[in-house]
């Protein structure tokens, strides 16, 4: 799907204004995280997102970002239809930043998590 993903509508020629009309809502982030960091891969598992996602909320987001090429989707369950989301190589490309917004988070957001860093990743 990478190369028929939906071309997103900008509303200028800045790469920054591109990714945040892909990126900069409430919820998109968040879906990515528990994608590519907490190992989530069903609706279920992203529904129980901490941060409490809606049902339809998530649905839009999950739709969105398979139609831009972000994440792909595959059955696992036949009767309900039921899928399992992977992230792919584009959303992969994500990582490295959206790793470093948590850094920046841990050091200039008072109240955040403050674990250990998570080792750097292969975003391969």
């Known amino acids: 799907m990478n190369d028929m993903a939906k071309k997103p509508q900008l509303r200028s ?3 920054l204004a591109g990714a945040l009309d892909i990126l900069g809502d409430k919820w998109t982030l ?5 994608l590519l960091f907490f190992g989530a891969e069903t609706f279920k598992q992203l529904e129980q997102s901490p941060e409490g996602i809606s049902t339809n909320t998530l649905s839009n987001r999950l739709q969105r970002l398979e139609e831009l090429g972000i994440i792909a989707k595959k059955p ?3 009767n309900p239809v039921r899928y399992k989301y992977m992230v792919t190589k584009k959303g992969k490309d994500l990582g490295p930043m959206m790793q470093a917004a948590v850094t920046w988070g841990q050091k200039h957001v008072p109240g955040t998590f403050q674990g250990k860093k998570p080792p750097p990743r292969n975003w391969d």
């Open 30 to 34: 968040l879906v990515l995280r528990d």
């Open 76 to 78: 696992y369950q036949e």
């Open 13 to 15: 020629e800045c790469p």
